[in-house]
């Protein structure tokens, strides 16, 4: 398995892709259940609604009308921003262009988490750091963010599982291309089982997945302070 040049491959394409779409769905949940619990943003039922709703539509629906916006003739991403790029097919922005769609996918989730942890962090300390003259960014930094770290860790945690098996999206848009280029882990077990009928090397793969998976979420404990 590790002298087979496309497992390094995977590997390399799946560590990227958990770090990226990790970090913007941890970035764009905060950020996005931070406005919609404070002042900055009206109609807050709406804006949960519309954040929330992609979460709950079937990946494969949401995958497929991706793979149409990113067409290069008729597609919405090119004519919208003026774009001649041929997302899909082109081994530099294949991946990337599934990490937004993922992203897209997925931070609506975070955005409700977030909020529940906004939302249970008592008045008191808001209203003892107005007291104390701390200002917005000081009240974010110092009472804010620690108070958030177990809902940050739950998170963190639950999105790199989910995505180190990350495998209908590249089905979907790219079936692995152009060439192997967007060939993540669990795609490459896919393709060693049912297409190649490699079963041994796939089942090896999987076990690999799996101690892999388990040390990062040690690791992503350890790093956190958090006790499993």
């Known amino acids: 398995m590790f002298q087979y040049p496309t497992f390094w491959l995977s590997m390399k394409n799946t560590v990227v892709f958990c770090a990226v779409v990790v970090f913007f769905r941890v970035l764009l949940g905060l ?3 931070y406005a919609i619990t404070s002042r900055l943003i009206r109609h807050k039922t709406f804006f949960r609604t519309i954040f929330y709703m992609p979460t709950v539509t079937p990946l494969v629906a949401v995958a497929y009308v991706w793979k149409i916006m990113y067409n290069p003739q008729f597609g919405l991403v090119n004519n919208l921003f003026g774009f001649d790029i041929n997302w899909l097919y082109s081994s530099d922005f294949a991946l990337p262009a599934v990490m937004v769609m ?5 931070f609506g989730y975070a955005v409700i988490l977030f909020m529940s942890g906004l939302m249970s962090i008592p008045s008191d300390y808001y209203e003892a750091s107005n007291i104390d003259g701390a200002n917005a960014w000081q009240t974010f930094q110092y009472i804010t ?4 770290k ?4 739950f998170v963190v945690i639950t999105s790199l599982i989910s995505y180190l098996q990350a ?5 979907v848009m790219t079936k692995g291309g152009p060439g192997t280029s967007t060939f993540l ?3 490459l077990v896919y393709d060693q089982a049912f297409v190649k009928y490699n079963f041994g090397y796939a089942s090896a793969i999987a076990f690999f997945i799996l101690i892999f998976t388990a040390v990062l979420t040690v690791f992503s404990f350890k790093l956190t302070g958090e006790k499993s």
């Open 167 to 171: 495998y209908v999206p590249v089905m």
């Open 102 to 106: 993922t992203i897209w996918k997925d």
């Open 185 to 187: 882990s669990s795609y």
């Open 145 to 148: 963010l620690p108070l958030l």
């Open 31 to 33: 950020a996005l259940a």
């Open 150 to 153: 177990p809902t940050m860790v």
